[in-house]
């Protein structure tokens, strides 16, 4: 009879392996050139440390609604699942059986993904897609390496970036110059109040208040006008005129994101991992404005 009972066990153990295997659902908002990248990427490291993992991917445009893909979600039962793209991480924000992993959200508060300090609200956790300022300050001291003094304009939408970026300079031995602005009617005064003062650098962090066409047009004029390097977080900017941009390397992301997930396949809470900055960075330079800031 017990004999009887293992023999029944084990088929059932091996009709119903698909249990115990490890699921894992990759999810992007939109279908582009950078997500597909992201993904591909994830998917081939997570292959190269799970070969035996069942990795479903989906993009959000391919669905009829969003009940229908919540509906394969459910079904699928993943252990984990990664969110590219505000809306793919909302889905998954409202999945609350699954831990995720997320990227490609400008404003993870705004999503409701972290609280005000910047800790995960939900079991969650992501991979910031500016790089953090240490990486680009450090970037930019290759280049520039008589760089003493950076310059930039805030606002309370970027005041950690900007707390960020003080401890990076005490790191690296920089002086800070700051202004603080309220709205974006305030950027070119400031500016022009900022760059009164001896400045090598102005670092463009990433900010509404900042980042909107005039001002980002202004910003760039104003420090060619000036001889001033610009520091920025992204490659389309140096089309605009700026000196330097430390950017993500989205392959790297993709890998990064994969790492993060097989932590919490072996049991580390996503809640309980704080935000990432990005390991993996690119550099671009506009070489007109390398030189002519060099003399």
Known sequence: MIRFISILSMFFLIGNMNVFATRIILISSEKNKTYES???????HLKEKIPSAEIKRCEMNDYQSIHS??????DFYPNVNFAIGKPAAELCSSLTLFPFVYTMVLNPRAAGLVDMNGKNKINATGINIIPSPLSQFEELKKYFPKTKMIGTLYSNNSLQIFSKGKEACETLHLG????????????TKQFRNLTRKPIDVFWLIFDMNLVNKFNLEYLIQGCQI???NLLTFNPN?????????????????????SEIM??????????????????????????NMFHAAKK
């Open 38 to 44: 992201i993904m591909d990427n994830c998917f081939t």
């Open 226 to 228: 000036r001889q001033i």
């Open 237 to 257: 900017h140096i089309k605009m005129g700026a000196t330097i941009a430390v950017y993500l390397d989205y392959e790297g992301l993709g890998k990064q994101a």
């Open 69 to 74: 893909l919540r509906k394969e979600i459910l």
């Open 176 to 187: 800070l110059e700051s202004m603080m602005v309220n709205n974006s009617d305030e950027v």
């Open 262 to 287: 097989i932590r919490i396949l072996n049991g580390d809470s996503a809640s309980s991992i704080p935000t990432s900055e990005s390991k993996y960075t690119r550099t671009s330079c506009n070489e």
